[in-house]
């Protein structure tokens, strides 16, 4: 029997808030306003399950951007992402709406703990049929400490440790109710057969968690795993736990480099490396014609602010950048301080520069821009002809970006998605009902994870 052959995962990278991850999106003429309210994110939903998509995902931040300037005047005034609803109940309205678009949300490992975590996402992957996936994070700085009666950001590897077991914690108590437990046999009164559901009697270094789970498994095992660090450290964490990781590439030879090392990681740490997916971020702009899709850049670009990028780069990076000399480069030691390593090493490669500074920051890193990542811009065909070269030697697919919504997405599904399809790249029909079958990763038993880690 021939093997099928190999095809795209599409998710969309959403947020629960007044723009994209392109702060400037809110002020695209066509992007709805209506985003507090469950119609804006079911029409997106219905969009994305009409072309097909695997999943759509909210990004998250458990602060208001506020360290820019020492406060949030600036993040409010400018709409640079002041708004973050509650990704979990923004998708279960999505989840109302669609029946095989697989559905994601951030939950942090620095701010919650695992057995309320194990128990809202096993939760959500019952009420969804299994659709769920949990974006693994360990958050950023000292706001969301701050909120969190901390009094600051714990260091970065140390996050990582503590996700470590957290994670743990988590899919231990996802095997305490163990495949086939609930028997409800009205005649004999026997509802479950206790031997098949068991505490977990967790006892660690940052965390004691006795159980067991309250929540059965649901029908694709449990939720995805979804995991986005870029770091040293966050590269292992990946190669550990996750199935999805959204990853950023500057270029594709870059690309290339990196989608490897993480499937080495992967085969090193003993997975299959088959069991990870690799989806980069990338933002389309896509119209009938390429002279259309050029204007339509050209607007898309003047809609940032320099603005939008200060304030995100201070959220990321947990640092000040308001009063600082636009030129002096920074220490050694601010350098190791910073939060977000992944986005500090890339201003470091692209500037050349062992000690940035502000706008070394600011011209390499494109944060508040259309610069901060790959643009793929072109009618349908042109856009599907870079993608395919992508796919075809540095990822499994691709987490899509938008610069106006629900615009993009409508534009993707309506001009991209079909030349995708013709070519054998993309699904015209959803395979599974679950997320895990439409991703193509195999449905865990309990205990699997152990014997893989």
């Not at 990004?59 to 609803?85: C, N, S």
């Not at 967790?202 to 029908?219: A, D, E, I, K, W």
């Not at 990870?276 to 602010?305: C, F, G, N």
Request: with cysteine; glycine share 8%.
């Amino acid at each position: 029997m021939s093997k099928s052959p190999r095809q795209m995962t599409l998710v969309a990278f959403l947020q629960a808030q007044n723009c994209s991850n392109y702060a400037g999106s809110w002020r695209h003429a066509s992007s709805m306003t209506d985003y507090l309210s469950p119609e804006y994110y079911q029409r997106i939903a219905r969009t994305l399950e009409a072309g097909k998509f695997d999943m759509a995902f909210f990004d998250d931040r458990l602060a208001m951007p506020d360290i820019y300037g020492d406060g949030h005047q600036d993040t409010v005034k400018y709409g640079v992402r002041p708004i973050k609803l509650d990704p979990t109940t923004v998708l279960m309205a999505m989840a109302m709406a669609t029946s095989k678009l697989g559905l994601g949300a951030t939950y942090s490992t620095t701010y919650y703990e695992p057995f309320h975590v194990a128990r809202l996402f096993a939760s959500l992957d019952l009420m969804t049929k299994g659709r769920v996936a949990w974006n693994v994070v360990t958050s950023m700085n000292n706001s969301e400490a701050a909120n969190f009666g901390r009094s600051e950001h714990l260091e970065h590897d140390l996050r990582y440790d503590r996700a470590d077991e957290f994670m743990e914690v988590v899919m231990g108590h996802w095997d305490t109710w163990q495949e086939g437990a609930i028997i409800a046999d009205k005649a004999a009164e026997i509802f479950a057969d206790p031997e098949m559901v068991k505490r977990l009697d967790h006892q660690g270094q940052y965390f004691n968690s006795r159980g067991p789970l309250t929540v059965p498994r649901s029908p694709q095992g449990h939720p995805v795993i979804l995991q986005a660090g870029q770091s040293g450290r966050g590269l292992a964490f990946a190669a550990r736990w996750a199935e999805v990781v959204f990853c950023k590439y500057p270029a594709l030879e870059n690309g290339k480099k990196q989608y490897q090392a993480l499937k080495d990681g992967v085969a090193n740490a003993g997975r299959d490396p088959d069991s990870l997916k690799i989806a980069p971020e990338l933002k389309i702009i896509v119209a009938e014609t390429e002279s259309q899709a050029k204007e339509q850049r050209d607007y898309i670009a003047s809609l940032s602010r320099p603005i939008d990028g200060l304030i995100m780069m201070g959220e990321t990076l947990n640092i000040d950048f308001s009063g600082r000399p636009y030129e002096l480069p920074f220490t050694d030691e601010e350098l190791a301080a910073m939060s977000w390593q992944g986005l500090r090493d890339k201003v470091i490669q692209i500037s050349g520069k062992k000690n940035p500074s502000v706008k070394d920051f600011v011209e390499a890193s494109g944060r508040g821009t259309l610069n901060d990542g790959p643009v793929f811009c072109g009618t349908g065909a042109q856009v599907a002809d870079q993608m395919e070269e992508w796919f075809k030697s540095a990822c499994d697919g691709f987490v899509l970006s938008a610069t106006s919504v629900p615009g993009t997405y409508e534009d993707i599904v309506r001009l991209v998605v079909p030349e995708l399809q013709k070519r054998g790249l993309f699904r015209k029909e959803y395979t599974d009902t679950t997320l895990r079958g439409n991703v193509g990763l195999a449905k865990p038993r309990a205990g699997d994870w152990r014997r893989k880690n």
